[in-house]
Protein backbone atom coordinates (compact mmCIF):
# COMPACT_ATOMS: atom_id res chain seq x y z
CA UNK A 1 0.00 0.00 0.00
CA UNK A 2 1.25 3.41 -0.49
CA UNK A 3 2.10 5.54 2.06
CA UNK A 4 -0.77 7.64 3.34
CA UNK A 5 1.10 10.78 3.45
CA UNK A 6 1.76 10.32 -0.18
CA UNK A 7 -2.02 10.14 -0.90
CA UNK A 8 -2.86 13.07 1.22
CA UNK A 9 -1.78 15.28 -1.15
CA UNK A 10 -4.69 13.95 -3.68
CA UNK A 11 -7.27 14.14 -1.31
CA UNK A 12 -8.86 17.88 -0.36
CA UNK A 13 -9.21 18.54 3.00
CA UNK A 14 -11.89 16.41 5.43
CA UNK A 15 -15.24 18.13 5.75
CA UNK A 16 -17.12 17.20 8.90
CA UNK A 17 -20.50 17.25 10.86
CA UNK A 18 -23.30 16.56 12.21
CA UNK A 19 -27.00 15.95 11.67
CA UNK A 20 -30.02 15.18 13.91
CA UNK A 21 -32.84 13.18 12.73
CA UNK A 22 -35.75 11.93 14.54
CA UNK A 23 -33.94 8.15 14.94
CA UNK A 24 -30.87 10.19 16.66
CA UNK A 25 -27.69 12.04 15.75
CA UNK A 26 -25.25 11.09 12.91
CA UNK A 27 -21.67 12.49 12.05
CA UNK A 28 -20.33 12.55 8.71
CA UNK A 29 -17.15 13.54 7.14
CA UNK A 30 -16.00 13.21 3.82
CA UNK A 31 -12.93 13.58 1.36
CA UNK A 32 -12.92 14.92 -2.17
CA UNK A 33 -10.04 13.56 -4.77
CA UNK A 34 -7.72 16.17 -6.39
CA UNK A 35 -6.60 15.29 -9.89
CA UNK A 36 -5.74 12.36 -11.06
CA UNK A 37 -7.29 10.43 -8.17
CA UNK A 38 -10.79 12.25 -9.12
CA UNK A 39 -10.36 10.55 -12.22
CA UNK A 40 -11.19 7.27 -11.09
CA UNK A 41 -12.93 8.16 -7.22
CA UNK A 42 -15.92 10.93 -7.16
CA UNK A 43 -15.78 10.85 -2.90
CA UNK A 44 -14.42 9.29 0.07
CA UNK A 45 -17.05 9.57 2.52
CA UNK A 46 -17.81 8.03 6.44
CA UNK A 47 -20.71 7.85 8.34
CA UNK A 48 -21.32 6.99 12.01
CA UNK A 49 -24.62 6.94 13.98
CA UNK A 50 -27.90 5.07 15.15
CA UNK A 51 -31.71 4.08 14.41
CA UNK A 52 -33.84 1.30 15.39
CA UNK A 53 -33.58 -1.93 13.14
CA UNK A 54 -35.44 -0.78 9.50
CA UNK A 55 -34.96 -1.29 6.00
CA UNK A 56 -34.12 1.45 3.44
CA UNK A 57 -33.81 1.12 -0.16
CA UNK A 58 -31.21 1.95 -1.57
CA UNK A 59 -31.46 3.72 -5.23
CA UNK A 60 -28.73 3.63 -8.59
CA UNK A 61 -26.45 6.53 -8.86
CA UNK A 62 -24.50 4.78 -11.63
CA UNK A 63 -21.12 4.68 -9.66
CA UNK A 64 -19.64 1.79 -8.06
CA UNK A 65 -19.37 1.67 -4.05
CA UNK A 66 -16.44 0.40 -2.09
CA UNK A 67 -18.07 0.08 1.71
CA UNK A 68 -16.57 -0.92 5.29
CA UNK A 69 -17.82 -1.61 8.41
CA UNK A 70 -16.34 -0.28 11.12
CA UNK A 71 -19.04 -0.94 13.58
CA UNK A 72 -22.74 -2.54 13.08
CA UNK A 73 -25.28 -5.29 11.43
CA UNK A 74 -25.43 -4.23 7.88
CA UNK A 75 -27.50 -6.87 5.36
CA UNK A 76 -28.64 -6.78 1.64
CA UNK A 77 -32.17 -7.83 1.47
CA UNK A 78 -32.70 -11.20 -0.52
CA UNK A 79 -34.77 -9.70 -3.89
CA UNK A 80 -36.85 -13.30 -4.28
CA UNK A 81 -37.44 -13.71 -0.35
CA UNK A 82 -37.66 -10.99 1.84
CA UNK A 83 -37.75 -13.07 5.02
CA UNK A 84 -33.57 -13.69 4.03
CA UNK A 85 -30.80 -10.80 4.33
CA UNK A 86 -27.04 -11.63 3.74
CA UNK A 87 -25.44 -10.24 5.99
CA UNK A 88 -22.02 -8.11 4.95
CA UNK A 89 -19.40 -8.05 8.30
CA UNK A 90 -16.49 -6.68 6.84
CA UNK A 91 -16.23 -4.64 3.05
CA UNK A 92 -17.98 -5.26 0.44
CA UNK A 93 -18.71 -3.64 -3.12
CA UNK A 94 -21.81 -2.77 -4.95
CA UNK A 95 -21.65 -2.66 -8.57
CA UNK A 96 -23.45 -1.20 -11.07
CA UNK A 97 -27.17 -1.06 -10.10
CA UNK A 98 -30.27 -0.82 -12.65
CA UNK A 99 -32.78 -1.19 -10.38
CA UNK A 100 -32.78 -0.49 -6.44
CA UNK A 101 -32.57 -2.84 -3.49
CA UNK A 102 -33.56 -2.98 0.20
CA UNK A 103 -30.27 -3.04 2.69
CA UNK A 104 -31.55 -3.85 6.49
CA UNK A 105 -29.49 -2.39 9.32
CA UNK A 106 -29.91 -1.65 13.27
CA UNK A 107 -28.77 0.30 16.06
CA UNK A 108 -25.20 1.54 15.03
CA UNK A 109 -24.13 2.09 11.83
CA UNK A 110 -20.40 3.00 11.23
CA UNK A 111 -19.29 2.75 7.68
CA UNK A 112 -16.70 4.14 5.41
CA UNK A 113 -16.52 3.81 1.77
CA UNK A 114 -15.68 4.99 -1.66
CA UNK A 115 -17.80 6.04 -4.58
CA UNK A 116 -15.85 4.90 -7.67
CA UNK A 117 -16.34 5.51 -11.13
CA UNK A 118 -16.30 2.67 -13.82
CA UNK A 119 -13.08 3.01 -14.70
CA UNK A 120 -12.12 3.54 -11.78
CA UNK A 121 -13.56 0.23 -10.01
CA UNK A 122 -12.16 -1.61 -13.29
CA UNK A 123 -8.49 -0.42 -12.17
CA UNK A 124 -8.80 -0.82 -8.33
CA UNK A 125 -10.63 -4.30 -8.71
CA UNK A 126 -8.90 -5.94 -11.74
CA UNK A 127 -11.92 -7.05 -12.90
CA UNK A 128 -14.47 -5.94 -15.81
CA UNK A 129 -17.30 -3.86 -14.27
CA UNK A 130 -19.75 -6.03 -16.26
CA UNK A 131 -19.01 -8.64 -13.74
CA UNK A 132 -19.68 -6.98 -10.78
CA UNK A 133 -23.03 -5.41 -12.44
CA UNK A 134 -26.31 -6.02 -10.43
CA UNK A 135 -24.15 -7.58 -8.01
CA UNK A 136 -22.99 -6.98 -4.08
CA UNK A 137 -19.50 -9.23 -3.34
CA UNK A 138 -17.41 -9.38 -0.52
CA UNK A 139 -14.28 -7.37 -1.10
CA UNK A 140 -12.41 -10.59 0.79
CA UNK A 141 -13.72 -12.21 -2.83
CA UNK A 142 -11.62 -10.10 -4.99
CA UNK A 143 -8.72 -9.07 -3.21
CA UNK A 144 -8.17 -11.85 -0.82
CA UNK A 145 -5.62 -11.07 2.38
CA UNK A 146 -5.31 -7.09 1.35
CA UNK A 147 -9.00 -7.06 1.73
CA UNK A 148 -8.42 -8.22 5.17
CA UNK A 149 -5.41 -5.94 5.79
CA UNK A 150 -7.14 -2.66 4.77
CA UNK A 151 -10.21 -3.66 7.08
CA UNK A 152 -8.04 -4.06 10.03
CA UNK A 153 -5.86 -0.77 8.86
CA UNK A 154 -8.96 1.19 8.77
CA UNK A 155 -10.21 0.42 11.96
CA UNK A 156 -7.19 0.66 13.55
CA UNK A 157 -7.38 4.45 13.03
CA UNK A 158 -7.65 7.09 14.90
CA UNK A 159 -9.87 9.09 13.15
CA UNK A 160 -11.67 9.88 10.04
CA UNK A 161 -9.31 12.07 9.08
CA UNK A 162 -6.63 8.74 9.06
CA UNK A 163 -9.41 6.53 8.10
CA UNK A 164 -10.48 7.75 4.25
CA UNK A 165 -6.63 9.19 3.67
CA UNK A 166 -5.43 5.14 4.35
CA UNK A 167 -8.29 4.16 2.01
CA UNK A 168 -7.39 6.67 -0.64
CA UNK A 169 -3.90 5.06 -0.26
CA UNK A 170 -5.11 1.58 -0.81
CA UNK A 171 -7.61 3.11 -4.43
CA UNK A 172 -4.59 5.44 -5.63
CA UNK A 173 -1.87 2.34 -5.25
CA UNK A 174 -4.27 -0.05 -7.62
CA UNK A 175 -5.76 2.52 -10.06
CA UNK A 176 -2.48 3.08 -10.65
CA UNK A 177 -1.91 -0.29 -12.42
CA UNK A 178 -1.98 -0.43 -16.40
CA UNK A 179 -5.37 -2.35 -17.76
CA UNK A 180 -6.80 -2.87 -20.94
CA UNK A 181 -9.36 0.12 -20.60
CA UNK A 182 -11.74 1.25 -23.67
CA UNK A 183 -11.57 4.49 -24.62
CA UNK A 184 -14.12 4.90 -26.50
CA UNK A 185 -16.65 3.29 -24.26
CA UNK A 186 -14.94 6.01 -21.81
CA UNK A 187 -15.71 8.81 -23.97
CA UNK A 188 -19.32 7.83 -24.23
CA UNK A 189 -19.54 7.16 -20.40
CA UNK A 190 -18.50 10.66 -20.07
CA UNK A 191 -20.51 12.04 -22.74
CA UNK A 192 -23.63 10.82 -21.16
CA UNK A 193 -23.00 12.25 -17.86
CA UNK A 194 -21.84 15.92 -19.44
CA UNK A 195 -25.71 15.79 -20.85
CA UNK A 196 -27.42 13.71 -17.98
CA UNK A 197 -28.21 10.82 -19.80
CA UNK A 198 -30.43 13.05 -23.01
CA UNK A 199 -27.99 12.48 -25.46
CA UNK A 200 -29.78 10.11 -28.02
CA UNK A 201 -27.78 6.97 -28.91
CA UNK A 202 -27.44 6.72 -32.52
CA UNK A 203 -26.33 10.01 -31.81
CA UNK A 204 -23.77 9.13 -29.37
CA UNK A 205 -22.81 5.80 -31.86
CA UNK A 206 -22.42 8.06 -34.78
CA UNK A 207 -20.21 10.29 -32.73
CA UNK A 208 -18.02 7.96 -32.80
CA UNK A 209 -18.35 6.40 -35.84
CA UNK A 210 -19.85 2.89 -35.01
CA UNK A 211 -23.37 1.49 -35.91
CA UNK A 212 -25.82 1.08 -32.85
CA UNK A 213 -25.68 -2.69 -32.65
CA UNK A 214 -21.67 -2.03 -32.10
CA UNK A 215 -21.66 0.88 -29.86
CA UNK A 216 -24.49 -1.73 -27.39
CA UNK A 217 -21.92 -4.86 -27.75
CA UNK A 218 -18.94 -2.64 -26.54
CA UNK A 219 -20.97 -0.68 -23.82
CA UNK A 220 -21.96 -4.69 -22.56
CA UNK A 221 -18.79 -6.44 -22.60
CA UNK A 222 -16.93 -3.70 -20.78
CA UNK A 223 -19.52 -1.84 -18.76
CA UNK A 224 -22.00 -4.79 -17.97
CA UNK A 225 -25.48 -2.56 -19.06
CA UNK A 226 -26.18 -1.22 -22.43
CA UNK A 227 -25.68 2.94 -23.32
CA UNK A 228 -29.51 3.16 -22.99
CA UNK A 229 -29.54 1.69 -19.34
CA UNK A 230 -26.30 3.92 -18.65
CA UNK A 231 -28.25 7.10 -20.01
CA UNK A 232 -31.25 6.24 -18.20
CA UNK A 233 -29.64 5.82 -15.13
CA UNK A 234 -27.78 9.15 -15.44
CA UNK A 235 -30.86 10.91 -16.23
CA UNK A 236 -32.44 9.15 -12.58
CA UNK A 237 -29.45 10.44 -10.86
CA UNK A 238 -29.49 13.81 -12.28
CA UNK A 239 -32.99 13.54 -10.46
CA UNK A 240 -31.93 12.42 -7.43
CA UNK A 241 -30.06 15.30 -7.07
CA UNK A 242 -32.88 17.79 -8.52
CA UNK A 243 -35.44 16.28 -5.61
CA UNK A 244 -33.00 16.89 -3.00
CA UNK A 245 -34.14 20.49 -3.57
CA UNK A 246 -37.44 21.08 -5.60
CA UNK A 247 -40.94 20.86 -4.25
CA UNK A 248 -43.84 18.90 -5.63
CA UNK A 249 -44.97 22.02 -7.79
CA UNK A 250 -41.71 21.91 -9.50
CA UNK A 251 -41.82 18.44 -10.85
CA UNK A 252 -42.93 19.31 -13.86
CA UNK A 253 -40.38 22.15 -15.18
CA UNK A 254 -37.08 19.25 -13.71
CA UNK A 255 -39.01 17.05 -16.07
CA UNK A 256 -38.67 18.91 -18.57
CA UNK A 257 -35.29 20.43 -17.72
CA UNK A 258 -34.03 16.45 -16.48
CA UNK A 259 -34.99 15.47 -20.59
CA UNK A 260 -38.04 13.72 -19.60
CA UNK A 261 -41.33 14.14 -22.27
CA UNK A 262 -43.34 15.26 -19.33
CA UNK A 263 -43.77 14.77 -15.71
CA UNK A 264 -46.00 11.62 -16.38
CA UNK A 265 -42.56 10.35 -17.85
CA UNK A 266 -40.34 11.21 -15.39
CA UNK A 267 -42.43 9.59 -12.44
CA UNK A 268 -43.20 6.26 -14.77
CA UNK A 269 -39.21 6.42 -14.73
CA UNK A 270 -38.25 6.55 -11.22
CA UNK A 271 -40.96 3.97 -10.23
CA UNK A 272 -39.44 1.59 -12.91
CA UNK A 273 -35.65 1.90 -11.23
CA UNK A 274 -36.57 2.99 -7.80
CA UNK A 275 -39.11 0.85 -6.87
CA UNK A 276 -41.31 3.07 -5.23
CA UNK A 277 -42.68 6.67 -6.19
CA UNK A 278 -41.20 10.29 -5.56
CA UNK A 279 -43.63 10.68 -2.89
CA UNK A 280 -42.47 7.63 -1.13
CA UNK A 281 -38.57 8.53 -1.51
CA UNK A 282 -39.17 12.15 -0.39
CA UNK A 283 -41.21 10.83 2.78
CA UNK A 284 -38.28 7.37 3.44
CA UNK A 285 -35.28 10.75 3.24
CA UNK A 286 -33.77 10.36 6.81
CA UNK A 287 -30.75 12.82 6.40
CA UNK A 288 -29.18 15.06 4.03
CA UNK A 289 -25.42 13.40 4.18
CA UNK A 290 -26.20 11.61 0.99
CA UNK A 291 -29.13 10.90 -1.89
CA UNK A 292 -30.58 7.61 -3.10
CA UNK A 293 -31.55 6.44 -0.06
CA UNK A 294 -34.89 6.22 2.38
CA UNK A 295 -36.70 4.36 4.57
CA UNK A 296 -38.58 1.56 3.91
CA UNK A 297 -40.00 0.43 7.25
CA UNK A 298 -38.87 0.75 10.23
CA UNK A 299 -38.53 -2.65 11.52
CA UNK A 300 -37.17 -6.10 9.72
CA UNK A 301 -36.31 -9.55 10.95
CA UNK A 302 -32.97 -10.76 11.69
CA UNK A 303 -32.38 -13.52 9.91
CA UNK A 304 -29.14 -13.83 8.14
Avoid at 34 to 43: A, C, F, H, I
Avoid at 141 to 170: C, F, I, K, M, Q
Amino acid sequence: MLNPMDTAVLLFETRAGRLTTPDGGWQFATKVPRPPLDRWVGKLWELDGGCPPARERELPRGDISLIINLEGRHAVVDATDPRREHVFKDAWVTGLQERAFLTASGGRAWLCGARLTVEGAYRLFGVAPRELANTIVDLDALHGAAARTLVESVRNAPTADRRLTLLGAYIAERAAYSCKWDGAVEWALKRIASTRGCVPILSLAREIGWSREHLHRRFVNQVGLGPKTCAQLARFHSTLLALEHQSDDGLAAAAQRLGYFDQAHLAREFRAIAGTTITDYRRGRQFGTDYGFARESKSHSSKS
